[in-house]
């Protein structure tokens, strides 16, 4: 826990109550109409959270390489069936955390309780942002938020997936793409 | 055949065991992995001996015999940056065409080998040959990538396309084949791709029975792949197809022998003795490089190629 503040004893009461598991490239974590009873930190690898509309399309709704947690937080909460489905778009290495363990921990450790209230709430501004910048932000600003927040993705992902996640078309991505090419290769004409 | 005919050049007396290059390992190949879904892939380097074991070369990715179906799309590795070392594919069976965002592509055909300097960084993608795809066939290449010292790794990049018409050709005595030099020296015969640092690159081309020496500085980092056929190594070790041979750092000759006909890539290099900072399709030698090159590449200074 590492910037909680958490003594080590609190966390190693409730240590036990994590799980470590390995995924490979496709696998589901979670499918959409069950009950999401863990949230996933990514220790390794590339987890897609997405959602599928009627007519059976994906919209990729959060990434989450190293580092990064995925859930369903209402599934996960209020016990309510996932719209969220999750998979495994790399080989990952994955921590699942339960709600027992917050709970173990929240009960033990105010620290903990102040730590889980900032991550909530950088959670809810991540999800402002994101809300924000699909209803109002071009597709270049769209881009380039992207690329600073997950900088290496471009190299890991499907231009489409990342399409998908911009909410834009691939075509607009790669109009984005050759845009910035023709201002910044410096090298020789950017070529079609 | 005996190995009597090598001589110790100090002594002139018969070569024994202690007079060879020492062998270090023979490894098999390891499990085959697809890049793309047009290259089905032996990773010997880095995998099996790391990456400062072979330096200057970094990637030896192998793809061995593979019978590809007939198809209406062709194969590959769609659009992928590369920045800091050389690609260096050498095709021994099939064809692929290749496309970069410098407005450089081709074919490289049977026999040939496309030397790609990508330097300070290239787009680019390689697919096989759209006649190749359609009728399907045996397909068999090398890719290596060849580091590049720091004082080169931003310089500009470019392209060497070495036909096979244009290797260099060294006959080997007693009809025993020919050594096929891409790169470097093979006594006295130059090859015609130039280099940064020292490299030698050979494809022996090998008779039943056939023998070939080979001779490199004991610091050299030299290692065989024997893509077809079998060779015996310094007239004791067996190696059989698709075995990729480490030779130990001590002075010596290679002794090969090919028990069929044969053809085996040998590659020998000055090794590069800088730190390697690499990540994916970059290779440098600090992470600041590296988190330059990320940023470099989703600003769109490697420039544009469309998928």
């Not at chain 2, 074991?53 to 799309?73: E, Q």
């Not at chain 2, 036909?163 to 006295?188: F, K």
Request: glycine share 10%; aromatic share 8%; charged share 20%.
């Amino acid at each position: 826990m590492q910037g909680s503040g958490i003594h080590g004893d609190e966390f190693d009461r409730a240590a036990h109550l994590l799980r470590t598991a390995q995924f490979n490239k496709g696998d589901v974590l979670l499918e959409t109409g069950s009950v999401c009873k863990d949230a996933f930190h990514v220790t390794k690898g590339l987890l897609r959270v997405a959602t599928l509309d009627s007519d059976g399309n994906e919209h990729i709704v959060q990434f989450a390489p190293e580092g990064w947690f995925a859930s369903d937080r209402g599934s996960m909460y209020f016990n309510e069936p996932s719209k969220l489905r999750i998979d495994a778009i790399e080989d990952s290495a994955v921590v699942l955390i339960g709600q027992d363990f917050f709970d173990a921990l929240s009960s033990a450790s105010e620290k903990f309780r102040s730590y889980n209230t900032t991550l909530l709430h950088n959670h809810i501004r991540h999800i402002q942002d994101r809300v924000a910048l699909l209803l109002g932000a071009r597709a270049d600003e769209r881009y380039q938020t992207f690329i600073r927040m997950y900088p290496d993705l471009l190299l890991r992902v499907p231009q489409k997936m990342i399409a998908s996640y911009l909410g834009i078309t691939p075509e607009s991505l790669s109009r984005v793409r050759r845009e910035l090419a023709e201002r910044n290769f410096k090298g020789r004409a950017a070529k079609k | 055949m005996t190995t009597d005919t090598l001589k110790n050049t100090a002594t002139n007396e018969p070569m024994t065991a202690t007079d060879y290059r020492p062998i270090e390992r023979v490894i098999a190949p390891p499990r085959a992995h697809m890049v793309g879904d047009g290259f089905r892939v032996h990773g010997f380097l880095p995998a099996t001996v790391g990456m400062q074991r072979m330096s200057p070369f970094l990637v030896m990715d192998y793809n061995s015999k593979w019978d590809v179906p007939a198809g209406t799309t062709p194969r590959g590795v769609g659009v992928h940056p590369h920045r800091g070392f050389e690609t260096v594919t050498i095709a021994y069976k099939g064809r692929v065409a290749h496309h970069d965002s410098s407005g450089g592509g081709g074919v490289i055909g049977e026999g040939d080998v496309q030397w790609m300097t990508a330097a300070s960084g290239v787009l680019h993608k390689e697919y096989h040959e759209e006649e190749f795809s359609k009728s399907g066939g045996i397909f068999q290449m090398v890719q290596l990538w060849v580091n590049l010292p720091a004082k080169d790794k931003m310089s500009t990049p470019k392209y060497q396309a070495i036909t096979h018409a244009r290797m260099a050709q060294h006959a080997l005595p007693d009809n025993g084949g020919s050594m096929e030099v891409i790169a470097g020296n093979y006594q006295g015969t130059q090859g015609p791709a130039t280099t940064f640092t020292p490299v030698h690159l050979y494809n022996a081309r090998l008779n039943k029975g056939g023998k070939a020496e080979l001779e490199f500085p004991a610091h050299y980092n030299t290692a065989l792949l024997v893509i077809e056929g079998s060779i015996r190594v310094n007239g004791t070790e067996q190696v059989p197809t698709d075995h990729f041979v480490l030779m130990g750092n001590a002075p010596g000759k290679i002794l090969l022998e090919a028990t069929e006909q044969a053809v085996v890539l040998v590659l020998s290099g000055e090794p590069i003795n800088e730190p390697i900072a690499a990540y994916g399709p970059f290779v440098m030698n600090t992470e600041a490089d590296i988190r330059q090159a990320i940023e470099d590449f989703n600003q769109g200074k490697f420039g544009y190629l469309e998928d």
